[in-house]
C-alpha cells in the first residue's frame, strides 16, 4: 500500500468522526509491518477529557486483535472538508505510538508527506532507563 492510498484510507475513516462539539474530523489507518490495515477516527464527548483520537482508535483496535508491529499511520484531518492541510498527531497520540516504536522505524504520514515520530517526539517517556 503507498502512502498516498494509506492517506486516503485516513480521509475515507474521518467520515465516521463522531464530532459534533468540534467540527473538526479526524481519520488515521494504521498499517501493521504485515500489511493488515486498521482504521479509526475520532469520537467526542460531551465530557470534553473522554473525547478519544482518531490515532489512538486504530492503534487501540489492532492492538485489541493482538497487533503489536506497526510500519505506518496515516492521520488526515479537517474541519472544514478540505484534508490537504497537515493534522499533525497531539502528544498523547504520540507517546501511545512510541510504545510501539521499538525499533524506530514508525512512519506517520501526513498531507505533506511521511515523517519519523522522533521528528515529532525527539524525547519519549520511558520506563527503560537509559
Do not use: W
Amino acid at each position: 500500500m503507498t502512502d498516498k492510498e494509506l492517506f486516503q484510507a485516513a480521509v475515507k475513516a474521518a467520515e465516521n468522526s463522531y464530532s459534533p462539539y468540534s467540527n473538526f474530523r479526524v481519520g488515521a489507518a494504521l498499517l501493521t509491518a504485515e500489511g493488515k490495515l486498521y482504521t479509526g477516527c475520532n469520537i467526542e464527548n460531551g465530557s470534553y477529557s473522554m473525547t478519544i483520537c482518531a490515532e489512538r482508535t486504530a492503534i487501540f483496535k489492532a492492538v485489541s486483535e493482538g497487533e503489536r508491529n506497526f510500519a505506518r499511520i496515516a492521520i488526515a484531518g479537517s474541519g472544514d472538508g478540505d484534508f490537504s492541510k497537515p493534522c499533525y498527531p497531539c502528544g498523547a497520540c504520540l507517546q501511545v505510538m512510541s510504545e510501539f516504536d521499538t525499533d524506530s522505524t514508525l512512519s506517520i504520514v501526513l498531507s505533506d508527506g511521511a515523517h519519523k515520530l522522533s521528528d515529532f517526539l525527539p524525547a519519549a517517556f520511558s520506563l527503560d532507563e537509559k
